[in-house]
């Protein structure tokens, strides 16, 4: 028993453990995403074509801070965040053409293909037996930078490979979440639908404009999954053609610098001067790379960030409803117990007024109940004085309705009796008398059943008296019908619609969008850069390292 009690223990403490590691690292994932929202909001935006020539300064925040997304110049915000890549485009562009120009001219004006005097034009050749040509010292210090700029490389295309791969996820997994939180959706709406459609709940004249409406949401549902699902697909087979030519163009990359890095290490000029070249296109598609996700977490942090618009300053947090995009689409969601839609608000007002009706209809059947009386004789003695006596003790100071109809149901006395002849002392005897002249016939053997749904079930004493079993059945079957639907839309439709409903799946979206993604970007951005930047590097150095690694080109010791 100590061996299972001390098992039993030491599983809850490592439960404890994972669970508190697990909501530090999310905790440091949401706090990193932040700085890196915040880094990206402090970087300066500018238009120029938008503005008439003028190169001015775009403000802060999604579309420049507006409150109103009607308000929103979308060609200037565009614009602002296309440029943000400007310059990388720019420097992407000058190093395809003047590579270009540089190899087609290396020989002529570019310090020649051979060991030569002259720092542009080439010369006369160096002459090794003279004590002309490249120092080792020197050749050695160029083969260090270069494999020294070869593992850099190696480092960023690690990091760059698993932010591509987790910017990846990110896409499929914010495209499931979407489609399959609308499908979830459709299926509980057609499921009620379903339900609704029982003959029972015929009797309420609210239930064809209910389902009519609650067609017409399923059916602009349908329309939605499905354009969803086609953007869903698309998105997928869009992002997996990203992936693979990321893939394919680091792969190269790295194999480029790794080529670079083995012509330093062994000698081979040739090597280095083909890896060179080839470099010509590879610097330029990393700055592509890095231009187009760049601008990406601009606006991921524009869209996750809340402008305060009478300050100008950011609030710590993601996104809520002072944010354009949130209030536009989910404004009215600032109360959880909004529904999220006017279309719903309407249909809810719908069956909101039709459980009403269906409410009052029931108390009107017990009221009727709690009015019928019956000649009770004291003693069941014919020759005594009848008084009236009510079939229901209803309670007097509720009145039915909506909270208290429960308590009429099972909470309500029924007095049940039997009839008997006058002429007999046996209850419920009515063979000695004339039974169809009600005035042959008194009441006898009153007894008290706790509550109306008792009765229903056939626990009424006297089953065989059906004016009062068949009025019990007939109000708690109505209540039943009643209790029914309400369970559907309370316990079914209006969870899925509440702003509640919405806001959690709000907040895994926010989650994938502006923690995840916004990492796993910053995972690819920076590490292109720096990719392009050392690639560059050793592009100068291969260049380089095309005459000074031939062992010939060397000063003779």
Known sequence: ?????????????????????????????????????????????????????????????????????????????????????????V????????????????????GGCNATHGFFCPKTRYDPDI???YTSGRVLILKLVTLIMVAGCVAVFITALKGNSSTSSGI????????????SILDELVQISIELNQTKYEQFGERAEIQNQLNQVIDYGNDIESKGETISENAKDINAIRTKIIVIGLVFCVINAGTIGVAALFGLPAMARSAAMSLVLLI????????????????????????????GNVEQQLANFTNPIVSEIFGTCQDANNFNSSALKNLDTTVSNLIQNATSSTCDKINDACDITFKRYPN?????????????????????GNSTIGIYIFNSTVHNFQYKCKNTNICGDTSTCDASNP???????????????????????????????????????????????????????????????????IDDVQNIVCVDEV???????????????????????????SKRFDSKMRVKK
């Not at 994972?18 to 990193?32: G, M, Y």
């Not at 190169?55 to 997304?69: A, K, Q, S, V, W």
């Not at 760049?294 to 606006?299: F, Q």
């Not at 990492?519 to 390292?545: E, K, Q, R």
């Open 131 to 133: 004590g002309e040509g």
């Open 380 to 400: 069941d003695d014919e020759n005594e004085i009848p008084y009236d006596q009510n079939v229901l003790d209803c309670p007097p100071s509720v009145t039915c």
């Open 1 to 89: 028993m100590m061996i299972k009690l001390n098992k039993f223990i030491t599983l809850l403490i490592l439960l404890i453990i994972i669970n508190c590691n697990f909501q530090i690292v999310k905790a440091d994932a949401e706090s990193k995403a932040l700085d890196i929202i915040n880094r990206y909001r402090d970087i300066g935006r500018y238009t120029f074509f938008t503005t008439d020539g003028h190169l001015e300064h775009y403000p802060e925040g999604f579309c420049g801070g507006i409150e109103d997304l009607n308000d929103c110049k979308w060609n200037e915000y565009i614009e602002a965040v296309i440029l943000l890549s400007a310059i990388a485009l």
């Open 284 to 311: 330029p598609f990393m700055w592509i790379v890095f231009s187009v996700h760049y601008p990406i977490n601009s606006v991921v942090a524009d869209v996750c960030m809340t402008y305060n618009n009478n300050t």
């Open 91 to 110: 420097i992407g562009a000058f190093t395809l053409v003047f590579g270009i120009i540089f190899w087609i001219f290396r020989c002529v004006c570019f």
């Open 439 to 505: 005035l042959n016939l008194m009441t006898c053997g009153w007894v008290n059943v706790t509550s109306i749904n008792e009765c229903s079930l056939g626990n009424c004493i006297y089953n065989n008296n059906t004016q009062v079993t068949n009025a019990a059945k007939d109000i708690v079957n109505f209540y039943d019908i009643l209790t029914s639907l309400i369970n559907i839309w309370t316990e079914q439709f209006v969870p899925l619609f509440r702003c509640s409903s919405i806001l959690s799946f």
């Open 519 to 545: 990492n796993a970007l910053d995972l690819i951005v920076a590490p292109t850069a720096v990719f392009a930047i050392l690639l560059t590097g050793l592009g100068i150095t291969a260049v380089l390292g």
């Open 172 to 183: 499929n997994n914010l495209s499931d979440t979407i489609f399959n939180k609308t499908s």
